[in-house]
């Protein structure tokens, strides 16, 4: 159910709330309403060629070339006015620090040319109110996973609470960086490309698996991976799919095994996958079976809302907004490290709920008798 512009006789009552996000490759405006339809959320991707990464200047540059035509795109297609909006919210962080700049500096722009409250969202929790908002995911286990984060968290006494976390690098950026070496595309992602070619293979190789607790270490796997490439790519004892398919076995099993100690101790049965990670279908299968042999429940979401977005972060700072909470102009700063339990989630305490209950194929809920929840978000079609 893709959003797309709504003639002027079917648009929802604002107020609207607009959202940018860049925290990293990725630039994108979205526009919700305060009755819980996501009007609109374009986006676009700075893309790399193969083998390289992305720095933070050039991926500034992509986003500051991107952001007029995007926000254009955004009202356009929701039929907004600068008038009908009750804020401008930004991602403050965790993130890259040149991209993080573009969002922040244009939304203070933004709230002093058009007179809104500005609201500052961390990116992490937007993630989360998101998959709850799309998926009808209650109170669950959160496995947060994408390029620059990798957490387990469950919501107590007003904060998202992170049980467990890598304690080096993210399993995106594991994925990311051994996609440079096989020289797979970015296009449309490098993890992406190698859950593609992870399907084709037939051989598994034994790599490092490293649990601590409910904490992960990655950066280990990866040196170990990047060494035997070279070598059993060179004496053809296995193929770049073979690689792929046994760095995503080792590197999901060590991520269900933290959710699975996670769900034990918050006595949960259910668990939901955000994060651009999160879109992996291997993960949500193994996650799946996991959830099931439990007699839990597995929440996750499809591209449009699992990869970092404007309506995401819209919504948040709708949520936040809706319970007194806005970001004077001059705490409108962004930062590279704002962790997930620094928030403190007003709107959870109180639950009252800013967005409405219209089904969405955007959820995916797979439990043990096919039942699914009820989705407290619409998507505009």
Not at 192 to 206: C, M, S, V, W
Not at 291 to 302: I, Q, W
Not at 308 to 334: C, K, Q, R, W
Request: with cysteine.
């Amino acid at each position: 159910m893709a959003s797309s512009s709504s003639p002027a006789s079917s648009r929802p009552p604002g107020p609207f709330a607009l959202g940018l996000e860049s925290s990293a490759n990725k630039i994108g405006i979205g526009v919700v309403s305060i009755s819980g339809q996501i009007l609109s959320n374009p986006r676009h991707t700075y893309i790399t060629p193969p083998g390289h990464g992305f720095l933070p200047r050039e991926t500034a540059q992509h986003h500051l070339v991107h952001l007029l035509p995007l926000l254009r795109a955004a009202l356009a297609e929701a039929d907004a006015s600068p008038a009908d909006l009750a804020c401008i919210c930004y991602t403050m962080g965790p993130g890259m620090g040149g991209p993080l700049q573009v969002a922040a500096a244009s939304a203070r722009a933004l709230s002093l040319v058009w007179g809104k409250p500005l609201v500052a969202v961390n990116h992490c929790v937007a993630h989360i109110e998101m998959g709850r908002a799309v998926t009808g995911a209650v109170d669950p286990v959160v496995l947060y996973v994408s390029g620059g984060n990798t957490q387990v968290i469950a919501y107590s006494e007003g904060r998202y609470r992170i049980f467990g976390e890598t304690i080096d690098i993210a399993v995106g950026n594991c994925l990311d960086r051994f996609a440079r070496i096989l020289k797979l595309s970015n296009d449309p992602s490098p993890g992406y490309n190698i859950e593609q070619l992870a399907k084709k293979g037939e051989k598994f190789i034994d790599l490092p698996y490293v649990v601590k607790g409910m904490d992960v270490s990655f950066s280990g796997i990866l040196s170990f991976i990047e060494a035997a490439a070279i070598e059993k790519l060179e004496n053809n004892e296995c193929t770049p799919a073979d690689l792929c398919y046994s760095l995503q076995e080792t590197l999901f099993a060590m991520l269900v095994e933290i959710t699975e100690r996670a769900m034990a101790h918050c006595d949960s049965k259910d668990v939901l996958i955000v994060g651009g990670v999160g879109c992996n279908e291997r993960l949500q299968e193994m996650m799946r079976i996991m959830c099931s042999e439990r007699g839990g429940r597995l929440f996750a979401t499809d591209d449009r809302y699992c990869i970092d977005n404007g309506a995401m972060i819209a919504y948040t700072g709708l949520l936040a907004y809706a319970h007194g909470v806005t970001t004077p102009l001059e705490d409108s700063t962004f930062t590279q490290r704002f962790r997930t339990d620094e928030v403190h989630a007003i709107w959870r305490e109180k639950e009252v709920p800013v967005l409405n209950n219209t089904d969405s194929d955007a959820a995916v809920e797979v439990s043990i008798d096919g039942t699914s929840g009820p989705t407290p978000i619409a998507v505009d079609s």
